[in-house]
């Protein structure tokens, strides 16, 4: 019934568009050739033009702004430009035909084809849009639309309509000129939203306040030195200006500047910070489902494998006691990686005593015993992001300990009131090569610190040390 209903909905949009497109240029025909006897001298020709816009906006040009807009922002640019020229061509030679017919003289096109009129013509465009826009939604899947577009890029498309309806609004108010009032406003959203999306990160995200304010002067500066040389250079033969020369004073310039553009500066910012904020919370909540799902995803099957192994090995060589506890152990972590592993945080005790199995477990695939030092001391009332500190470990016995040499390791979890210490310290050999090592086996540190961002961001401390033969990690995480 659904697809009914689309295959319905989309035929009859169609429908109508088609009726309405054939019977405006069926008017504008005829009404060119009772007038004129011309077509050209009509308004047949915009008329083609207007039918053949909204067509290519709604089924060409939205589409694959949909589908791609940083790839094909450059198509209704370029559009924008090649429809603003034609038509102010096309109105050109119709003055200078009606010159002709009226007078009974000449006047070349090109009398007519200014930037003011072009620019003018290029401002029907955007009712236009506006239903070349309806019409594109009305036959999509309205849908795939919502999860394909709408849902990943909601502020654009808020911002987008809004800007789309200041436009329109100027368009057709009955200020004059139109012309200054659309650089006065454009001036105000290009002002706007280039504060909100790229200055006033400046601050909020890099923290660069000197940066951020030499910025600010300049761009605040600039913008206003265009906008007025805009209205000095377009006034007077090509059209009477809100602002003449004889006004651009100093005085004028800083009264525009605040009682406009501050006034804006200080609401795109507190927008820009909002944003920030906001940005920052749904990047950390998404980095952080995303990263801990591949990072366990990661942990489980080959930390499993490598441990039947070590245990089949052991099996095989003696039916004893230590075998039973291998087993044990295992179990433990087996059910620490399906119910501990997925909670957002544990008692720092539960991932100590992961840590003193996982150990123990390693040690069995060691020839020669390699020297382990442990200290975990005042880890009570404490708790930690689960799997966080094993990386570390499980990087020092694949990367560090030589199973079949002697080494070391030495591993601590140190608390006080507000902080976690932790420190890895293991013996290493640039010669010694393992399978991991080839083949890039393991989470590894990077994953590790990515982790350390994601879960406890601006409260951590890390460091990485190798001299001497000896690998160190050094971690301490402000838990208040």
Same mark, same amino acid.
């Given at each position: 019934m659904s697809k009914l209903f689309k295959f319905n909905r989309k035929s009859i949009v169609h429908t109508i568009v088609l009726i309405v497109s054939i019977f405006s240029l069926y008017v504008s025909a005829h009404g060119a050739l009772n007038r004129h006897g011309n077509l050209f001298n009509g308004s047949f020709y915009d008329s083609l033009l207007f039918v053949f816009?909204?067509?290519?906006?709604?089924?060409?040009? %939205?589409?694959?702004?949909?589908?791609?807009?940083?790839?094909?922002?450059?198509?209704?640019?370029?559009?924008?430009?090649?429809?603003?020229?034609?038509?102010?061509?096309?109105?050109?030679?119709?003055?200078?035909?009606? &010159?002709?017919l009226r007078k009974g003289f000449s006047v070349e096109p090109m009398?007519?084809?200014? =930037?003011?009129?072009?620019?003018?013509?290029?401002?029907?465009?955007?009712?236009?849009?506006?239903?070349?826009?309806?019409?594109?939604?009305? &036959?999509?899947?309205?849908?795939?639309?919502?999860?394909?577009?709408?849902?990943?890029?909601? !502020?654009?498309? %808020?911002?987008?309509?809004?800007?789309?309806?200041?436009?329109?609004?100027?368009?057709?108010?009955?200020?004059?000129?139109?012309?200054d009032a659309f650089f006065f406003v454009s001036f105000f959203i290009l002002f706007f939203y280039i504060n909100t999306f790229y200055i006033s990160p400046i601050l909020f995200i890099y923290n660069k306040k000197l940066k951020y304010i030499i910025i600010t002067i300049l761009w605040f500066g600039t913008l206003n030195a265009i906008y007025f040389l805009i209205l000095y250079f377009f006034s007077g033969p090509m059209g009477k200006s809100i602002v003449t020369r004889n006004a651009l004073s100093i005085s004028f310039i800083l009264r525009a500047t605040f009682m406009a553009y501050i006034p804006l500066f200080l609401v795109s910012l507190t927008y820009g910070y909002i944003r920030v904020k906001i940005k920052n919370q749904d990047n950390i909540l998404e980095a952080k489902e995303s990263e801990l799902s591949l990072l366990k995803s990661q942990v489980n099957p080959h930390f499993l494998f490598n441990t039947l192994n070590t245990l089949y090995s052991t099996a095989l060589e003696e039916k004893a006691e230590k075998t039973a506890q291998s087993t044990a152990k295992l179990a433990n972590l087996i059910r620490y990686m399906q119910e501990d592993i997925n909670k957002d945080f544990i008692p720092l005790e539960s991932e100590v005593k992961y840590l003193k199995d996982y150990i123990n477990i390693q040690e069995l695939r060691c020839a020669i015993a390699p020297q382990i030092e442990t200290e975990f001391s005042n880890i009570e009332n404490h708790t930690i992001s689960p799997g966080l500190l094993i990386p570390f470990v499980e990087n020092a016995f694949k990367y560090g300990i030589d199973p079949s040499k002697p080494s070391t390791l030495k591993v601590s979890v &140190?608390?006080?009131?507000?902080?976690?210490? =932790? !420190?890895?310290?293991?013996?290493?050999?640039?010669?010694?090569?393992?399978?991991?090592?080839?083949?890039? =086996?393991?989470?590894?540190i990077k994953n590790a610190k990515q982790r350390l961002e994601l879960v406890y961001p601006k409260k951590h401390t890390f460091s990485i040390n190798k001299t001497d033969h000896l690998f160190s990690v050094n971690m301490s995480i402000n838990t208040k």
């Open positions: 816009t909204i067509y290519f906006i709604a089924l060409i040009i %939205i589409p694959l702004l949909l589908k791609n807009w940083k790839k094909y922002l450059h198509i209704p640019i370029l559009y924008i430009t090649i429809y603003s020229l034609l038509l102010g061509w096309i109105r050109a030679v119709q003055r200078s035909n009606s &010159v002709l009398e007519y084809f200014t =930037f003011d009129s072009v620019f003018k013509l290029s401002m029907t465009l955007i009712p236009m849009g506006i239903m070349a826009l309806l019409y594109s939604i009305f &036959v999509m899947d309205w849908g795939k639309l919502k999860k394909g577009f709408f849902q990943k890029n909601t !502020e654009k498309t %808020i911002n987008s309509i809004a800007v789309i309806l200041i436009m329109l609004y100027f368009s057709i108010m009955p200020a004059k000129p139109k012309t &140190v608390c006080n009131e507000n902080t976690i210490n =932790f !420190e890895c310290i293991n013996s290493y050999n640039d010669a010694f090569k393992t399978y991991y090592k080839e083949q890039g =086996f393991g989470i590894g």
